[in-house]
């Protein structure tokens, strides 16, 4: 089984004031082997591509809005495919949308009907939770519920997320992680607040025996407000390398 490769979510980075181009090179200086965007496919330049090419980042995908992506959905997947991008992530929904076992079952229809509307085209449908897939819907979490009520649809794991809503992430990866080809390597504090990865609560190591042990295919490190978004770039290469390595 291959090792998995790290990336970086670019939201990361979001309030550095450079090109595109530009922050491909400093994700590269600092070792990652890939990238996922956050940024709209219409927004992306043309250097983008060589830029990618020279650096040999890898493209892990993208995170694209559901009703954009439900719009249109075979037109956005040629464009991403334009840059070697061959999964699509619904970075987010309504916690109402979870909020009831109908509604999940509901949320569930509609993701399967959205990969089903990708066939035929380079891309892949994923889902990328936050806390409220975790709420209480009877007996079980609605992310329980979701995941197998889904047809052609693979998961994007948020490790601090599902840490956030009072459930233990290596648990999660453990009964799912055959749908988990991502996991978003994330931390939280004790009160369910992003934190750096090792300054709160997730025991990252157990995660990311969890998610080899899976077959997870890349590990992406996420932190939605660093102080200093270029430390933070060159800490979660450090720490994603040393979890690799065991440590």
């Known amino acids: 089984m291959a090792a998995p490769k790290t990336a970086i979510q670019l939201y990361t980075l979001r309030e550095l004031d450079e090109p595109l181009p530009t922050l491909l090179d400093r994700v590269a200086d600092a070792g990652y082997d890939g990238v996922e965007f956050a940024t709209p496919v219409a927004d992306i330049g043309e250097e983008t591509a060589a830029t990618l090419d020279r650096t040999g980042l890898e493209v892990v995908g993208a995170h694209v809005d559901c009703e954009a992506l439900e719009a249109d959905p075979v037109a956005l997947a040629e464009r991403w495919s334009e840059l070697d991008c061959s999964r699509l992530v619904v970075p987010w929904l309504d916690p109402a949308s979870f909020a009831t076992r109908t509604e999940t079952y509901r949320t569930a229809v509609r993701l ?88 709160g609560r997730v025991d990252l190591p157990a995660c990311v025996e969890a998610a080899r042990d899976a077959g997870c295919e890349w590990f992406v490190y996420e932190y939605d407000d660093p102080e200093d978004p270029l430390d933070s770039l060159a800490h979660g290469a450090q720490e994603l390398d040393r979890l690799l390595a065991g440590e």
Not at 145 to 165: I, K, M, R, Y
Not at 168 to 194: E, I, K, Q
């Open 112 to 199: 399967s009907d959205l990969a089903a509307d990708l066939r035929g085209t380079d891309a892949d449908l994923l889902y990328h939770n936050h806390t409220g897939e975790f709420a209480d819907v009877g007996a079980a979490s609605a992310f329980s519920l979701l995941v197998p009520a889904t047809a052609g649809v693979d998961f994007e794991l948020d490790l601090g997320w599902a840490a956030a809503a009072g459930y233990d992430p290596a648990t999660v990866v453990r009964r799912f992680g055959s749908r988990v080809p991502l996991l978003h390597v994330t931390d939280v504090d004790g009160d369910g607040n992003c934190a750096e990865l090792r300054t």
